[in-house]
């Protein structure tokens, strides 16, 4: 019999029961590590839009205005600190990303739009984000 074979066995055995056992610690570790928190989806999202882009509106025409593309938009807590800022897309749309709680929202002015949309109030829940579309005026009549 080969004193080899022999000795091979218990280390064969020992090198299986310690890949167990590391395999048991990393299971362990990993069920003890807290996941990363969520990211945060609460906030305020709209649609910024610019009109009238039309002289007269008719009738059964649809709305004249248009997406408002780079429009910033800056959320202010109760002592008015900004605690948020987005930028609206080409399609006009943005996404504050904000904490639940009371907020103002403040349009800045847009080069090449007369108006500001106006300030307005948003109230963040533990949930969907809150909708407020925007509307700047563009001056013609």
């Known amino acids: 019999m080969n004193s080899n074979a022999g000795a091979r066995a ?27 928190s969520p990211s945060l989806t609460t906030g305020v999202r709209g649609v910024v839009l610019a009109g009238p882009t039309c002289p007269v509106e008719q009738a059964g025409q649809s709305a004249c205005v248009r997406p408002v593309s780079g429009a910033t938009i800056l959320a202010l807590d109760s002592a008015r600190h900004e605690v948020g800022r987005a930028v609206s897309d080409a399609t006009g749309a943005y996404f504050l990303r904000l904490p639940p709680g009371a907020y103002t929202i403040v349009p800045q002015a847009v080069e090449g739009l007369m108006g500001v949309a106006p300030e307005t109030t948003a109230t963040v829940t533990d949930g969907p984000p809150a909708q407020l579309d925007l509307r700047y005026d563009t001056g013609i009549r």
């Open 10 to 36: 218990p280390r064969r055995t020992a090198a299986v029961a310690l890949a167990v056992v590391a395999a048991f610690l990393i299971a362990i570790a990993a069920a003890c590590t807290p996941a990363a």
